[in-house]
């Protein structure tokens, strides 16, 4: 019997030591998973006698070998990384093919996470085939065992009809209780998920799985209708108890921290990248709170720019573009995901707003431990360019942050009517 995988929380950019017997063999072959390596999510040192491990931007419940799994944390509260999640739009495609234990929680999961889980599961119910039973059917016309005699009399015998009867017949098929719920489940997440295109391959899927179920009758569930995954046969139980699982958190409203918790909710692990959660939480703050000011707030990824006026094959990535109207550029944005800044950081700002010959240039981080929320001014090109760095406060109250956060920036932002 495999022994079960030890779990090892450690802190998003925080180090840890493992002997050397624990991420290699005795023939000196590293026993570190493949998928693992490709996400680049750690990086590994050798020390004396073993090795040093950090893990990197990632957050999430990941496994290193086939006996460890990393629960990387990260360094500010729980809830705050909700927040930003939601803020910032995220989409949970990044699902691993393990399972991990969530701490239960009374704030709602969020819809897209459950979507991404019961697509999960619903993929590997597909694959393996809907439970097929025996189950019980009215039927109205004539003799099929077994007679319901108080049935047939009040709707046939009793209206002068001696030859029809209401049967109950036991049929083999998908038409069962449970599968009926799973029909509703999949109408109901299908309605909910985004329109976006890399929801594209759920969207086929629960496709695929209304098509198995056509014949079935989608039929929401009781309260006692979700333990029905016990009436299942064991080869296929994991796939419905993930299903029922998911569908009931949907419905019930019942929520689940990031925290490990052996006893907690059992649902696919999630990876989450802290640099693109951090700048889509920037830019999407600024995007709402700016809108009534006409203030267009977009992502320089999307909406490149040039280095140079005579070369397109340089093209400049901001992460935010502060612009009014459709053409004036009235600041740029850099956001960094570290606890410290350097040279390489402030040069690419000035190249950028040289290049845009924008006024304005704002460094973004989160603000250490132990520091407070601030603008800080870094210094003014001959051509009047100004630059700042804030650091936002991600440790405390995050909502409060953000509102802070506008205000200060905003008064920084110069409109041409202003």
């Not at 599961?121 to 065992?145: D, H, I, Q």
């Not at 569930?221 to 699982?245: E, K, N």
Request: hydrophobic share 40%; charged share 25%.
């Amino acid at each position: 019997m495999t022994a079960p995988a030890r779990v090892i929380e450690i802190q998003e950019r925080g180090w840890r030591y493992f002997p050397r017997t624990d991420l290699a063999d005795k023939h000196g072959s590293s026993l570190i998973l493949p998928e693992t390596r490709k996400l680049q999510a750690v990086e590994i040192t050798d020390v004396p006698n073993g090795a040093r491990l950090m893990a990197l931007g990632l957050i999430g419940y990941l496994p290193l070998t086939s006996a460890i799994t990393l629960n990387i944390v990260p360094k500010f509260p729980i809830q705050n990384l909700w927040t930003m999640l939601e803020v910032g739009g995220e989409s949970y495609a990044r699902i691993l093919p393990t399972l991990r234990r969530y701490q239960t929680t009374s704030n709602p999961a969020p819809i897209q996470l459950l979507a991404r889980s019961f697509c999960h599961y619903l993929k590997n119910a597909l694959s393996a085939g809907f439970e097929r039973s025996y189950y019980s059917r009215t039927v109205n016309g004539y003799y099929k065992p077994r007679v319901e005699f108080g049935q047939t009399i009040g709707s046939y015998l009793s209206r002068g009809n001696p030859v029809e009867t209401v049967s109950s017949v036991f049929e083999f098929g998908i038409d069962s209780p449970i599968n009926r719920i799973v029909k509703a489940a999949c109408l109901r997440f299908s309605a909910i998920m985004p329109r976006a295109a890399d929801w594209d391959e759920d969207r086929k899927l629960i496709g695929f799985a209304l098509d198995a179920l056509q014949r079935v009758r989608a039929q929401e569930p009781g309260i006692h209708d979700f333990t029905l995954d016990q009436t299942v046969s064991f080869r296929l139980r994991a796939h419905y108890s993930g299903l029922l699982r998911v569908y009931q958190l949907l419905l019930t409203g019942g929520g689940i921290a990031f925290t490990f918790e052996p006893g907690g909710k059992e649902l696919p692990s999630f990876l989450f990248n802290l640099e693109d959660i951090f700048e889509r939480f920037i830019r999407q703050t600024f995007l709402i709170a700016l809108r009534e000011r006409n203030i267009a707030v977009l992502d320089g990824n999307k909406h490149m720019g040039r280095l140079f006026e005579d070369n397109r094959s340089f093209p400049t990535k901001s992460d935010l573009i502060f612009r009014y109207g459709k053409r004036n550029v009235i600041g740029l944005g850099e956001v960094k995901y570290k606890p410290k800044l350097k040279e390489i950081d402030r040069y690419q700002i000035i190249s950028h707003v040289t290049a845009a010959k924008a006024p304005l240039g704002i460094l973004f981080s989160p603000a250490n431990e132990g520091e407070s929320q601030k603008l800080e001014r870094l210094g003014r090109l001959s051509t009047g360019a100004q630059f700042y760095h804030y650091r936002v406060d991600i440790q405390g109250d995050i909502r409060a942050a953000q509102a802070q956060m506008v205000a200060d920036v905003s008064a920084l932002l110069n409109t041409p009517d202003a």
